[in-house]
């Protein structure tokens, strides 16, 4: 139904003069109201005719004289519903009170309108002030006095001698007067309570002073305040010295001053005395019918009784949370009562904040308790909206707070009535009518929704409405300042969590479908609001959008070129996105992309600038040398603006040419000096607001000494080091964290020569790991806030927390550039890396993990050169420092892994983990925990883990909300892209555990080839068949014997992959059948023709996979273990066809073993092709040296030194046909 405008709404002078003798006086009434702080009126920033003025939107101002305030101003004309404010409103329009303005969405200009009509979608500013006379008057008298003052030193002595008296007489008798006041109001109190009647101790001193009258509530709160930390003292043990009867009389007096007092802040404040009371009194089993009495005030036909009944019940929960269950049916009775209060929607409220604490109790097996609290849900519904119809936003914030803890609780309580909830926060969402603070609470409760249950949400099929809500609320306009929230950036992380949380499958097509209609709205805010959702898609549907990643990228183009600015820079976040995920693909459109951000750079509305310059940044470092033929230019631009006035820009413009100088590698010498001066200059900053812009030249400075090298940067590097270790001193986490980044990279790039700094810096790196993390509330200091009790949830310093993250990454990087010269340091660091595991970032614990893997690998290789061999127990032991390091870091790993409840920290340290196998092999495995609280092996306890998070039972896999479902019964066709990384790293590291052990890791793979073939699945996504069919031929290699037991099976399981679909499956396939065949001691030839079979389709060269190399790779391994059964004259044409190998170096182990084994066995068509075998081999026995393993290239080698002795004259002749080049190659192998 459309919106309703009230009478006035549609007619108005157009822009009428004010005239204040002219203006009836309720419609002045309601002006002064606005202008006051009372009304909360909100107002924004713009520009009127390039004069600074303040603007509001019309639904704001009726939404203040809806609020309670207004209507406690007896005098103001009464208003009942929006459509009244709005007559009201129009009225002082219609006297020129207020004058309608014109905004253009993402633009601070306004406008003068043509006309002068309200309504609630359009914006005014103040033509009308308040008070004019009395603040001229004021103005003058203030002059006066400023001039008195002045004059001062003329006044004649007696005259000033008087006036230094009469001050100190009013500054002595101000601040007796306060301290009596408070004083009076404290002892009042307490007397109230012992004796059940105020004692006038002081004459009324402030009968006939309305001011100081007015403080006497504030004064009765903070003594209430005083008696309850009277009762808290010493843990109770002050409130227990009291006499019996002084205890009793308190407690009956507490009560009867709660009913009584007219003050609902003191009342509130006395609840919470009675609350601590009763805390003391109830544990020693006293004060029993204090609850009975309470449930009586409940029941009371007075309202302050019911009011305080129900609140001081809800303050007691915590104290009768120990014998809940004994109370908690006759509360749920109650509160049913309660909730449908007739008058007091306080006493309605209340009840639900109770009913949240109650919901605590509930045990999700007590069906007659879930049952129970469920039918109440479509009360409390009724109260928010009652909240909402009323304007009463604070209370409807706390009920909203209920929603939010209800959600993840692991009783089914919201369950019954989960869709219709969904489905009245996207209601509330998106009507603008709401308060922005309102749809922010309604907007986050979706999130969280998305978050705990989105099984259900998925079912429920929820997901088309909940995107069109967010395109809906995405295209309204931002607000001033975008680092506070706002509803359309809640829509833009709603859409976020959608992606990340959900198949890409169910989200990426609803999602582009609104994109391709958005952008082509006239709109901006559409075509805004599609660039975002593509820069929030991205995240969670990387993989899924890979194939239609051009076609996204030519919509971002077109809105690079948009004529709003609010969608430029939406399209330059998406294209920062996009760079992100897709490097290669973004990377490759540089001569589109570049020219478009240089202009950008140059746009008209300088707003643009920033997020160009931060797009900019991230695209370039991709570049490679493909950012050689814009160097020049785009260097000139960046150091022209690197002097601009505004810090950010200076600050974004240090990052990109950090990204130029990382791209462009050696190229980047020509601009080094005048760069590296600039940048000596920034680092030099002492004025603390600009220690941002400093913490960017010292990460600046690094990647621009990585580009140029060592020889170039070393006559800096000593004053770098001086400057960065003063910059430690300001004690700045930003600069910090850029400072011991700057540490790593240095001491990478140097190694040995960073030695001497060692001493210097990396007793100040350990300092800031083992530095205490305030909370927030801790920066600010005093007493206890007046009022009701706050929100005690601890909010530490994400700053300390990201320099940590730093800070224990350091400490790893130069351990393995420094080696031995960092051993003194080695114990500390590890302490501070395993007290780091249980840190409450995530990054902290990512690094903390990686740090101890880096000491781990680096004690490794300093003790042992050599390849280690599978199995256990080790068949070469390891020296004993290795030992011990390798149990400290595995044993913390393994144990913080056991709880980790985030999914990418886990996904993270399973990939450290790998990689750590595949450096030390069994050494990271082989040893047992000891201890009383855990037992078993280190194997053990990771199997055990990566077996649970491939059934989905890890914890962070596994979560409880409201609906009763656990988030690990997600079918495995329908994973998340985000899970599906974990369970990918699972699946990876089950394969690196099998290489470390060998054939003794068969009885591991009985649990594994279950857990990891069931991926395989028809309607499951590529990425997931693929790591199916992957992460088992992985395992398959490491078990090398040991897979005979399993041949069949996996024979079968790998042929049903070489009939997939997807080139990437298939070639997994392929390399799958080929490891199998070459360590299974079973004879597979009967299936070799089928194989062959199914390989020929895969012999593609135009494939963008691996899919031909490891089809060439499987057919060598075939013709190595049994030629006989290939049909080599087929065969061999088809391996030299591929040769040399473009994409996976791994097969070229195979395929050379295979070509050599023919060669020597005189194979005639191979003897016939030694010329093209000799190119082929110059080729590989080149750079890049990592095409052949060393392995392979001694087989090579071989091969030719006994050629050559036997057949010198042809071998002469088949390399002096290869040319100079090849030839001296070929040669120098030899050597």
Known sequence: ?????????????????????????????????????AAKLKQRKGQLNGKRVEYFKGKHAVNALLREPYKQGGKRAPIEGRAEGEAHLAKLAQHGLILKVVKESGSKTLKSAQDNYFSPDNYYIWIYQASQIQGMVMGVGVLLLVFAGVLFPLWPPFMRQGAYYVSLLMTGLLGLLMALGVIRAILWVILLVVLGRGGWLFPNLFADVGVIESFQPLWRQLASVEVRKLVQKNEGAFWESLDAGIREGIKQNLLKMVVSEQSAVVRHSLAHVVAETAKNEITQNRWQDLVNVLYESC??????????????????????????????????????????????LMVQVTTVQALGKVADFIDADDANSVKQFQALIPSIVAVLQKCLDAND??????????????????????????????????????????????????????????????????????????????????????????????????????????????????????????????????NPGDRKAAMLAI???????????????????????????????????????????????????????????????????????????????????VFIENLGEDIVPYLNGLMEKLVSIWGSDSKKVQITTTNCIGSVAFASSKNFIPYFNEVMTRLMVLMNIADTDNLPLRSCATDCVGAVATAVGVEIFRPHLQEVMKLVYNGLKFDHPQLNQCSYVLFGVLGKLFESEFIPYLQTIVPQIIQSCNSEEPYESDLHTGEETIGEAEDETPKFSTGVAQEKESSIDTLGELFEATKLAF??????????ALQLLDHYHDGVRINAAGCLLKFFNTIYVMGDQSEWEPGLPLKKQVHENVSNVGKLAMEGILLMLKDEEERYVVTQVLQQLGETLKITGPAAIFQSFSGETHSGTHLDLLANQ??????????C???????????????????????????????????????????????????????????????????????????????????EEGSTVFTNELLQFFLKGLQDTEDEVKS?????????????????????????QMLHPLFNPNSETNMQDNACGCLCRMIIKNPSAVPLDLALPAVLGCLPLAKDYAENRPIYKALVDQLKANNEYLMAQLPRIFDIFAHVLDDPQEQLHKITRSIIVEFLISFKNAYSANFDSFVNQLGQEKASIILKSLQ
């Open 957 to 1039: 896999q596994v979560g409880y909300s409201s609906i009763g479902e656990s988030l690990g019964q997600d079918d495995e066709e329908n994973l998340a892209e985000l899970d599906a990384l974990t369970i990918s790293a699972a699946a990876d590291t089950v394969g690196a555990l099998a290489a470390a052990v060998g054939p003794q890791f068969v009885p591991y793979f009985e649990r594994f080839f279950p857990a990891i073939s069931k991926y395989y699945k028809k309607n499951a996504s590529v990425q997931d068949r693929s790591m199916s069919i992957g992460a088992l031929a992985e395992t398959v290699e490491g078990l």
């Open 299 to 344: 029941s009371s036909p007075h309202i302050i009784h019911r009011e305080m009944g129900v609140y001081i019940l809800y303050s007691l929960f915590d104290v009768i949370a120990d014998s809940m269950d004994s109370y908690l049916a006759h509360l749920v009775s109650l509160f049913t009562r309660t909730i449908n209060d007739p008058e007091s």
């Open 535 to 617: 820069a929030v898609l991205i995240e969670g549907a990387a993989d899924f959008m890979r194939p239609n990643v051009k076609e996204v990228l030519q919509l971002v183009v077109h809105g690079l070129q948009d004529p709003h600015v609010s969608v430029r820079k939406g399209a330059c976040m998406a294209l920062g996105s996009l760079c992100d995920d897709f490097e290669t693909e973004i990377s490759e459109q540089h001569s589109t992309i570049l020219p478009l951000l240089f202009n950008l750079l140059n746009d008209q509305d300088s707003s643009v600038h920033g997020e160009a310059l931060g797009t900019l940044d």
């Open 1068 to 1092: 997994n396939a392929a390399f799958g059948i080929g490891v199998l065949i070459t360590h299974t001691t079973a004879d597979v030839s009967s299936s070799y023709p089928t194989i062959l």
């Open 946 to 955: 990566l077996l649970a998070i491939l059934e989905g039972e890890h914890p």
């Open 1 to 37: 139904m459309a919106h309703q405008h009230g009478p006035n709404c549609n007619h108005g002078p157009p822009v009428p003069a004010l005239n204040p003798k002219t203006i009836p006086k309720p419609v002045k009434d309601i002006a002064d109201w606005l202008l006051s702080s």
């Open 393 to 522: 936003d604070d209370s409807a914030g706390k009920i909203f707070a209920v929603f939010d803890d209800i959600l993840l609780l692991e009783a089914p309580l919201l369950s019954k009535h989960f869709v219709d909830l969904i489905n009245l926060f996207l209601r509330i969402s998106v009507n603008q009518e709401y308060e922005e603070d309102i749809r922010i609470r309604s907007l986050s409760f979706l999130i969280w929704c998305i978050l705990a249950a989105r099984s259900k949400i998925g079912k429920a099929k929820l997901i088309p409405n909940i995107i069109e809500a967010m395109f809906i609320i995405g295209a309204e306009e931002e607000p001033d300042n975008r680092d506070e929230d706002y509803p359309a950036k809640l829509a833009v992380q709603v859409i976020n969590s959608l992606s990340t949380h959900f198949p890409p499958q169910q989200v990426f097509p609803v999602v582009m479908q609104h994109v391709l209609k958005n952008i082509q709205s006239a």
């Open 823 to 832: 051993m003194p340091f080695v114990p500390e660091s590890i302490n501070c």
